[in-house]
């Protein structure tokens, strides 16, 4: 099993648009093969010193998938090319981190 935690840079201004594009996404991947746990996350500020945000512009992805070949996969799937094309304009950028469970 492998982690996956990306952080999608959106446009502010358009995050509620970009996260209404990503609950419709979320059950096609969701059905995929080797999908194990797939949704976005936004900050939750709170008193814990220790907290960095994300930023208002920031979606978290928490995934889970059985193999990186999944991932793979997911990653060249046609839904995920729509999706892309249809929040390109919303996009700022992405960082990806793919972890295995120590």
Do not use: N
């Not at 936004?42 to 907290?51: G, K, L, R």
């Not at 208002?56 to 928490?62: H, L, R």
């Not at 070949?69 to 999706?83: D, G, I, R, Y």
């Amino acid at each position: 099993m492998i982690h996956v935690v990306a952080t999608l840079q959106v446009d502010p201004a358009r995050r509620d648009e970009f996260l209404a594009a990503f609950a419709e996404l979320t059950p096609l991947v969701l059905a995929e093969e080797g999908c194990l746990e797939y949704g976005a996350a936004i900050d939750e500020p709170t008193a814990i010193p220790v907290q960095e945000l994300a930023g208002e512009g920031a979606v978290v992805v928490i995934e889970k998938w059985e193999s990186v070949a999944a991932l793979e996969k997911h990653l060249a799937a046609p839904h995920m090319a729509a999706f892309r094309e249809k929040t390109a304009e919303m996009s700022r950028g992405v960082t990806l981190q793919a972890l295995r469970p120590a």
